[in-house]
Structure formats: C-alpha cells, structure tokens
C-alpha cells in the first residue's frame, strides 16, 4: 500500500493554529476510523497523541484536535507553544490487517 | 506502565543478517488485546512499518521486506524479536519495537507504547 500523505512542513506563531492534513484513499483513512496521530521530539520514539481520528490519550493537551473529511484527516493545534515544534506522523488502519504510515510533518513554531 | 527495550547490536555487516530483541516488562506477551511490533526510521527519515506478531506467532509483514524477514516470539521470556537477512546500507535506521493495540473486531487500532529505539548501522 501507499504511503499517506502529509506536507513536509507547517509552521506557526507561538499562540496561533495550525492543522496538518494526512491524505490517503477509500481504502485507508477514508474507509476506517482508525488514523492516529503521533509526535515525534528528536532523538526521542513517538508518542501517541490522538486516536480513532478525534480521540485523545489521558495527558495530551486539549490543544490538540483531529478530524476527518473524506480520504484526508487532519491534525490541529491550538494555541501554539514552543514545545509543540516536532515532526508529527499520521497513521491509518488500512485492512488487510495492517497499518499504513504518512511521511510526517515538521511543525516549526516561529 | 509498560515498557519496552530494544537490544542487539549496533553494528551490521552488508550482506549479514540484523537480529535485534525486545523485551517486555509491565505486560505479559500473551494477551489477544495486542499485537508486537518492529517500526525502522533511517536516519533524517520518516517512519516505515516493517511488520509485527501475535503471542501465539501469527505474523503480518511489510511486503518490501518480506522475502528477507523474519518475526518471532518467546512468551518464556515475555521477548519478541527480529531477523532481517541480507542488510545493506539501506537498513541503516533506527529500529523501534512498538505495543499495538486492537480491537474488539481484530482490527488494528493505535501504536500506545514505544521503546527508545536503537540505531543499528549496516557497514563494513
């Protein structure tokens, strides 16, 4: 299967939003609500930060939001801090009992 | 809390075979509420699934690195490990063993827990 889609980068002001988009097809995000979303510091293994397309984990910040439209779900984050500068990765249920991975994102707080 | 711990080692020979274990601490390998899994990140890279398996061995891989791999378990231990043969240099990564969850329907869901990962280069 192909991998998802994400844009490589995305940046924001300390306070502003920003939402990352994960594009895949009928047959991955868009057939399943199943994408998970997942933050990555450098150096460090990725955490889980949200779930089932709108789920959050107990101790992720409300600032952080997913969605879905269709073949493409959507990460945002509120409230911009510098401690949310990451690479954020998009994960989806693809069937055939396997997941399917998005490039990711390097999100730049400015 | 669960944890998981990456080991093997760091260094590689091209045409030798990576074998790296896990070791799970905080929840017993036999459980149908999950599946153990290996994830690789080259260097400056994104993330790649390589595959994973169930406690009583049944396997799901990556169809690029199928012909070359091998994922085994030992609920004795409460480990899981990898075998990739025939490594190159585009092995180079850092190699992740990773807990994911699922559901109710067998339907694989989220990736909850996470070990350091270890960095294994492939040279000469």
């Known amino acids: 299967q192909s991998a998802l889609t994400q844009p490589p980068s995305a940046s924001g002001s300390p306070g502003q939003s920003v939402t990352i988009s994960c594009t895949g097809t009928?047959?991955?995000?868009?057939?399943?609500?199943?994408v998970s979303w997942y933050q990555q510091h450098p150096g460090k293994a990725p955490k889980l930060m949200i779930y089932?397309?709108?789920k959050r984990p107990s101790g992720v910040p409300d600032r952080f939001s997913g969605s879905k439209s269709g073949n493409t779900a959507s990460l945002t984050v509120s409230g911009l801090q510098t401690e949310d500068e990451a690479d954020y990765y998009c994960?989806?249920?693809?069937?055939?009992?396997?997941?399917?991975f998005g490039g990711g994102t390097k999100l730049t707080v400015l | 809390q669960v944890q998981l711990q990456e080991s093997g080692p760091g260094l590689v020979k091209p045409s030798e075979t990576l074998s790296l274990t896990c070791s799970v601490s905080?929840?017993?390998?036999?459980?149908?509420?999950?599946?153990w899994s290996w994830i690789r990140q080259p260097p400056g890279k994104g993330l790649e699934w390589i595959g994973y398996?169930?406690?009583?061995?049944?396997?799901n891989y990556n169809p690029s690195l199928r012909s070359r791999l091998t994922i085994s378990v030992d609920t004795s231990k409460n480990q899981f490990s990898l075998r990739l043969r025939s490594v190159t240099a585009a092995d180079t990564a850092v190699y992740y063993c990773?807990?994911?969850?699922?559901?109710?329907?067998?339907?694989?869901?989220?990736?909850?827990?996470w070990g350091q990962g270890t960095l294994v280069t492939v040279s000469s």
């Open positions: 009928s047959n991955d995000v868009g057939g399943y609500n199943y």
């Open positions: 398996i169930s406690y009583s061995g049944s396997t």
């Open positions: 905080g929840n017993s390998v036999i459980t149908d509420n999950y599946y």
């Open positions: 990773a807990r994911v969850d699922i559901t109710i329907f067998g339907v694989l869901n989220l990736i909850d827990f």
């Open positions: 994960i989806s249920y693809v069937g055939t009992n396997n997941l399917v």
């Open positions: 089932e397309v709108t």
